[in-house]
């Protein structure tokens, strides 16, 4: 809302071995996709992006929205 601050967030991808972590990522933020496999380990890919957001809105009881992710947690 007329604010032109800048907000920089880090993607973590974590998943088995050759199991297309990277393609993900590279079709995502380039559109690119390469069907051979080329292991990487602590690759990093960064690209900029202008994205509009929209504060959420109260639920209509008055309570904030709620996430899908709220007691996710990693094991392992």
Do not use: W
Request: charged share 30%; net charge negative.
């Amino acid at each position: 809302m007329g604010d032109d601050s800048e907000c920089h967030y880090r993607l973590v991808s974590l998943g088995g071995a050759a199991v297309g972590k990277s393609s993900i990522l590279k079709r995502f933020l380039f559109g690119t996709y390469c069907d051979r496999h080329r292991p990487t380990v602590e690759d990093l890919y960064s690209r900029e992006f202008d994205i509009a957001v929209q504060e959420p809105v109260p639920g209509e009881s008055g309570e904030s929205m709620k996430y899908a992710f709220d007691n996710v947690h990693l094991e392992g």
